[in-house]
């Protein structure tokens, strides 16, 4: 007996190594999928098709093909597309130290930004920048928010004919959003800064080679003049904040600037504040330009959605003096306006796809994600799935009135969990001012049939969306 119970012993000892070693390697397979040419895989195709406005399709056919876990190869990068409700909700709870963003803007510059950052650091920096864009905060500036729409209305749509929207509502929220963050009053250095920062932008996506006359050399210039026009722009607000009184809230920087740790040191470093401020300037009004320009379209292409939204914004106009400024409670009163916003966002989300990167092997759904492969996903492919949304192409903002929501991580225009947009809450307000002002005091209609869009790969309208404009009887501006 002591034979045999000496020999199980000895057998479950030696055996004990493979069991742990078949433990530990991954026992699941990568999902299907072809990685298409090497280095290019299918960048190039997908490139094209959202150019010519087919991302949608595109992604369709690979879960056609594929199911809703494939494999490719995305600018470079070994890939997984993940597709669904379930993915969704993976994708954006997934542990940030398993599953980080994947983002490194060379031509930005920064390295310290909330977008780049994962696991604490990202908890740290998203916190104060969190802490500036609640309601609570941005109460204080509607009436900034006001004037600067009453003056963009005032100087670039009255007395004019006809007008290009894209471009306009870009202009719009570039200096809502400077006014708000760098707290930059109307004047040269906002306007140097709005060049610097298209020229910013533009190299973001460019080809990164550095060389004179590349977009990615330029982009790389006006990063650094950005750097020295808000470095001094940081000391300036450092001498009001301490010696002269400014209000913390203010704007962001001065916010930023106000922050400290227990022991009184500084929160974040001036570099995390450049940073930062220059994240939240590039992320905030591009998305915001192009859902206000979806809005217009929608409102010139289907006058019943404009009637309803008028109406609504027209009671709040009544009730209000001549020239007053719009509150908060106008805003909150505004609910049937931003259910067409939501509605608009889901048909046309502006961010396309989402991008992580995997830390580690990670299983998901039956299948392995490799260590350094990239994860995608598309944000209109729940938006327009059927068995959430029925009759997905059917424009219908009673959605957003439903008792019974759509099921978390479905509609995601802002992203979701520890990475939700931290400017939904600006966004809004932004857009409600907007539409207030614009369906009180004008009427329009397209210029041009065309009014198609690309993404590259936020929206872009290809004629920029030209409409032209009646002024209203009632307006209150003329
Ligand atoms: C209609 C307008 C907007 C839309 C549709 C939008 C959409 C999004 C989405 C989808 C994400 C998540 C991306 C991901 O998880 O991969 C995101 C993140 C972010 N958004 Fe927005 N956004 C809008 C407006 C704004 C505004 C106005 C601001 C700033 C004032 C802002 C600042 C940011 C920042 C800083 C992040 C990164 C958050 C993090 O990584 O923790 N966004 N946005």
């Known amino acids: 007996m002591e034979f045999v119970m000496y020999w199980t012993f000895l057998v479950v000892l030696l055996l004990l190594p493979v069991f742990f070693l078949r433990a530990r390697r991954p026992t699941k397979q990568l999902p299907p999928g072809s990685m298409g040419l090497p280095v290019i895989g299918q960048s190039l195709s997908l490139l094209k098709a959202m150019r010519a406005n ?58 310290r930004s909330i977008i780049e950052l994962s696991g604490e650091d990202h908890k740290r920096i998203r916190a104060v920048l969190v802490s500036f864009l609640k309601p609570e905060v941005l109460k204080q500036y509607i009436g900034k928010l006001d004037e600067e729409i009453r003056h963009h209305l005032d100087t670039h749509w009255h007395g004019k004919q006809e007008v290009k929207v894209g471009p306009l509502m870009k202009t719009l929220t570039f200096n809502v959003i400077c006014s708000l963050i760098f707290g930059i009053e109307r004047g040269e250095r ?23 006359f590349t977009q990615f050399n330029r982009s790389l210039q006006a990063s650094a003049k950005i750097k020295a026009i808000v470095m ?20 962001l920087i001065t916010c930023l600037l106000s922050m400290r740790n227990e022991d009184n040191s500084s929160v974040l470093s ?3 504040i450049l940073d930062n401020a220059k994240i939240v300037m590039i992320a905030g009004h591009d998305t915001t330009s192009i859902l206000l320009t979806f809005m217009v379209r929608l409102f010139a292409n289907n006058p019943s959605v404009y009637e309803a939204v008028s109406q609504e914004q027209e009671e709040i106009a009544r009730s209000k003096a001549a020239g007053e400024l719009l509150t908060w409670d106008d805003l909150i009163k505004m609910k049937h306006t931003w259910r067409v916003a939501s509605e ?59 008792q019974v929501p759509a099921p978390p991580y479905s509609f995601v225009a802002f992203g979701g969990g520890q990475r939700i947009c931290p400017g939904y809450e600006f966004a809004k307000i ?47 501006a003329l």
């Open 54 to 111: 087919t991302g949608d399709e595109w992604f369709k056919d690979r879960i056609r093909k594929y199911g809703p876990i494939s494999k490719l190869s995305l600018f470079g990068t070994p890939s997984i597309f993940l597709h669904g409700q379930a993915a969704n909700k993976f994708s954006y709870t997934c542990d940030g130290n398993k599953l980080a963003n994947n983002y490194q803007n060379q031509s930005a510059g920064s390295l």
């Open 190 to 212: 906002r306007d140097i800064l709005v060049g610097l920062f298209q020229e910013l932008i533009a190299g973001v996506l460019a080809v990164p080679v550095n060389l004179p």
């Open 232 to 251: 001094d722009l940081i000391r300036e607000k450092r001498v009001a904040f301490e010696q002269q009184g400014a209000s913390p809230h203010q704007d």
């Open 270 to 272: 001036d570099e995390e």
């Open 344 to 402: 608009t966002l889901r048909m046309t989300p502006p961010v396309f796809c989402s991008f992580r990167r995997a830390l580690t092997d990670i299983e998901y759904g039956g299948y392995i994600i490799p260590k350094g492969w990239q994860v995608v996903w598309a944000l209109s492919m729940t938006h327009m799935d059927e068995t959430i949304f029925p009759d997905p192409s059917k424009f219908d903002p009673k959605r957003f009135e439903q």
């Open 430 to 476: 932004e857009t409600l001012a907007m539409v207030h002002y614009l369906v009180t005091r004008f009427k329009w209609k397209l210029s041009c049939k065309d009014d198609s869009f690309s993404r590259e790969p936020m929206p872009v309208f290809n004629q920029g969306l030209p409409i032209q404009i009646t002024p209203k009887k009632s307006s209150g």
